[in-house]
Antibody, heavy 130, light 110 residues
Framework: QLQLQESGPGLVKPSETLSLTCTVSGGSISGSKFYWGWLRQSPGKGLAWIGNIYYSGNTYYNPSLKSRVSLSVDTSRNQFSLRLASVTAADTAVYYC??????????????????????WGKGTTVTVSS | QSVLTQPPSVSAAPGQKVSISCSGSNSNIGNNYVSWYQQVPGTAPKLLIYDNNKRPSGVPGRFSASKSGTSATLGITGLQTGDEADYYCGTWDSTLSTGIFGGGTRLTVL
């Protein structure tokens, strides 16, 4: 059974870089049709997608965070990681890693996207405070 | 404010049926597949529905979903107290080039 587990500091100072790692067990991060993603949920708020990475290293990010976000993957350790630079209190949230399916097909000349997360980690709380 | 609009809350009695709506636009729901998630407070979201109306293995048939135009609907029949949770719709927005979610709907089973 595939499981994901987030790890990293629970407290980050303003202007510093938030770094989290997701360890995948029960399956390989490589060679599958799935992407590996990060999402977050601010206190009392809804879900927000941060970005996805493929095992080959291909990435795509939420445009609103793109200038501050970097995802990386370590297939030898079956892990992928998130770095979020220049954090502020607004970045305080529960951060989730997840397996993500992302695909685009053509229908009547238009691109149709399938996008969902089918396996989630339990989440880790990150507080930005001095 | 979320790009996808959901009612903040819905409620129904055990055994009854409830529907949760999710409204968007042509750049998201209108032209892309919709997914639905259940989140019991304090836990991670769980995928209930993907590609508009498909259920992952292990999700009971009491959960169903549909899409029409720029709106989607999640239906839950035979409500149980264990269904009390927050429910989120999600999809891709082709204009914003990002994954998006609704603001969530709190289901109370009275």
């Amino acid at each position: 059974q595939l499981q994901l587990q987030e790890s990293g500091p629970g407290l980050v100072k303003p202007s510093e870089t938030l770094s989290l790692t997701c360890t995948v067990s029960g399956g390989s991060i490589s060679g599958s049709k799935f992407y590996w993603g990060w999402l977050r949920q601010s206190p009392g708020k809804g879900l927000a997608w941060i970005g996805n990475i493929y095992y080959s290293g291909n990435t795509y990010y939420n445009p609103s965070l793109k200038s501050r976000v970097s995802l990386s993957v370590d297939t030898s350790r079956n892990q992928f990681s998130l770095r979020l630079a220049s954090v502020t209190a607004a970045d305080t949230a529960v951060y989730y890693c997840a397996r993500s399916f992302s695909d685009v097909t053509l229908s009547w000349g238009s691109r149709v996207y399938s996008f969902y997360m089918d396996v989630w980690g339990k989440g880790t709380t990150v507080t930005v405070s001095s | 404010q979320s790009v996808l609009t959901q009612p903040p809350s819905v409620s129904a009695a055990p055994g009854q049926k409830v529907s949760i709506s999710c409204s968007g636009s042509n750049s998201n729901i209108g032209n892309n597949y919709v997914s639905w998630y259940q989140q019991v407070p304090g836990t991670a979201p769980k995928l209930l529905i993907y590609d508009n109306n498909k259920r992952p293995s292990g999700v009971p048939g009491r959960f169903s979903a549909s899409k029409s135009g720029t709106s989607a609907t999640l239906g839950i029949t035979g409500l149980q107290t264990g269904d009390e949770a927050d429910y989120y719709c999600g999809t891709w927005d082709s204009t914003l080039s990002t994954g998006i979610f609704g603001g969530g709907t709190r289901l109370t089973v009275l």
